[in-house]
């Protein structure tokens, strides 16, 4: 596990990408794991061809979480919502690379799972247990 | 004697500190506030019930079934006389929270109108707080809370004004994040004044601190076997037999009745009359073990070693406040009990548990079933160390080199 906190994991960590808010997104979610208490929320501009133009997350948590969020929302700019639909955890596993326990895999798929569920309107399952 | 024995020899008879982690370390437990190890003894235990004399109790007239039933009431007499109570005013639960829960039910549903105020702390687990709600939007009753200080000290002097209208004032004996002890003689004697009915969540007291129900006066007072080195899924309800015997049933079935018709039932007299379905039977003479081996130990001496650990690990931690450490709670062994709570830097407190881990040393992290407290203290999440019998010196060197490994790989 301490083969995880590599240093662009802290770095995502202690200066995360796309973090704040847009004046008016076009869609959002937030979700918190309640094992921990790990917070996330994913906001998107979104324009008429159902592409995200841009993406701003914000929360509190680990540094797996917070750095994967970060890295997520890179991930996902210029992707259609119907894209991040569909994404699976196999995105936030080749984002963060590899170290994780099977017990901080919900800290890593945190982000996914609220970006996923503002771009399908609706709270989305854990992709760890799709 | 084995109150004189060193940590390391108490250490010995628990035989899951003898193996390895996967990575080969040695096991350096320190959240025994989540749950304790076992000691060999309360293992055989389990190991001899099911395999020499496994029957149903209260009912079999052979030689085993009879067996059972002498272990498990011989369980719940030791239990008794380890906290000063009555054989018959010790009711086997699952946990401390079923306890609690089953005094929300059965004498809060009797006894709470609408308009009373149920009295409870800002340090409570949320088994000592959401009972209390659910009880409160049944009832119409209202809730209030005693407040503590940044330090988890709880702020006494509106105690009396507080408990005006308060029907039942029910807190922790230790709290589990922060390990205040609280001052239990002089909040009993203030809810005696006021008339109201007492109910301490023990879940944190029990085991580590000598508790005596008739000294201290209490009317209900909950715990659970599994944090005072016996099994999970064993706990105890005290309360005052006149209490217990106005109350009504909680659940309702076998072993609670004396005799049932098609339209009526007499129910068992106590302790039964709270213990519906079969028991728990293996569990609650293997806690009966756990009581037997913290006799032996003292709980003195129990509370002696706890107090000089927290002292060592507030000394042996302290050069890290100057990198970043911050230690909650009381800081002071005399009125904390084997608890530290922590943060250290801008590591969060799940990543700095997972750091541990690789070291072997488990501590927990989060917000430990307090969310409102952490809410309150304004920590998102704290990690925390616990200590118990088993523990030593040599563990908290573990866990300060730790924490400096954890600076380490964040670069702090």
Redesign the interface.
Same mark, same amino acid.
């Not at chain 2, 801008?346 to 990543?351: F, K, S």
């Given at each position: 596990m301490d083969d995880f906190y590599r240093d662009f994991i802290l770095d995502h960590y202690r200066n995360p990408r796309n973090f704040g808010h847009l004046t008016d997104p076009d869609a959002s979610a937030e979700d918190l794991n309640p094992l921990c208490g790990d917070q996330i929320r994913m906001e998107f501009d979104v324009d008429a061809g159902g592409v995200v133009r841009d993406v701003r997350f914000s929360g509190k948590g680990c540094a797996i979480s917070q750095a994967s969020a970060s890295m997520l929302t890179e991930t996902i700019k210029g992707m259609r919502l119907e894209e991040i639909a569909k994404l699976s955890k196999d995105v936030v596993l080749e984002n963060v690379g590899i170290g994780i326990s099977p017990t901080r895999l919900k800290c890593a798929t945190l982000g996914l799972r609220v970006a996923k569920s503002a771009a399908i309107g609706e709270i989305a399952g854990w992709p760890d247990e799709e | 004697m084995i109150a004189l024995r060193s940590a390391q020899a108490i250490a010995a008879d628990f035989p899951i500190l003898h193996k390895p982690t996967s990575r080969g370390k040695r096991l350096v437990y320190l959240d025994s506030a989540a749950t304790s190890q076992k000691p060999q003894a309360v293992i055989d235990t389990l190991v001899a019930y099911y395999s020499e004399y496994n029957a149903n109790i209260h009912r079999g007239v052979y030689e085993i079934a009879e067996r059972a039933t002498a272990a498990f009431e011989e369980a719940r007499a030791k239990v008794a006389r380890f906290i000063n109570a009555d054989s018959r005013e010790v009711i086997w639960t699952r946990n401390a929270t079923e306890a609690i829960n089953l005094i929300g039910y059965s004498w809060g549903l009797q006894n709470i109108k609408p308009g009373d105020a149920i009295l409870t702390t800002q340090l409570e687990h949320h088994s000592n707080l959401v009972p209390w709600q659910l009880l409160a939007e049944k009832t119409g009753a209202t809730l209030r809370f005693i407040p503590a200080d940044d330090r988890g000290v709880l702020q006494l002097d509106n105690l009396d004004a507080l408990l005006r209208g308060a029907k039942l004032l029910a807190f922790t004996h230790v709290s589990n994040t922060l390990g205040t002890i609280n001052p239990l003689e002089r909040m009993v004697a203030a809810a005696r004044a006021a008339g109201a009915t007492v109910l301490i969540d023990g879940a944190q007291g029990v085991p580590h601190l000598p508790v005596d129900v008739k000294a201290l006066d209490v009317d209900f007072y909950a715990f659970s076997g599994h944090k005072m080195l016996g099994p999970t899924g064993i706990g105890v309800l005290y309360g005052k037999r006149a209490l217990l015997e106005a109350m009504p049933p909680f659940l309702a079935g076998g072993d609670m009745i004396r005799k049932v018709e098609y339209e009526r039932t007499t129910f068992n007299e106590l302790p039964w009359k709270f213990e519906a379905g079969t028991s728990n039977v293996a569990d609650a003479i293997a806690l009966g073990t756990a009581v037997d081996y913290l006799s032996e130990l003292g709980m003195d001496w129990v509370r002696a070693h706890e107090r000089e650990l927290l002292g060592y690990a507030l000394e042996r931690l302290a050069p890290l406040e100057a990198r970043g450490l911050a230690l909650y709670g009381p800081r002071d062994p005399a009125i904390c009990s084997g608890v530290l709570s922590f943060n250290f830097a %801008?590591?969060?407190?799940? %990543?700095l548990a997972?750091?541990l %881990?690789?070291e072997g040393i488990c501590i927990r992290?989060?917000?430990h079933c307090t969310?409102p407290l952490?809410e309150k203290m304004g920590w998102?999440?704290t990690a925390r160390a616990s200590f118990y019998v088993y523990n030593s010196k040599a563990d908290i060197d573990a866990l300060a080199e730790g924490i400096e490994?954890a600076a380490h790989?964040?670069?702090v």
């Open positions: - | %801008d590591v969060h407190a799940h %990543d997972s750091i %881990d690789t992290a989060g917000h969310m952490m998102p999440a490994k790989v964040f670069k």
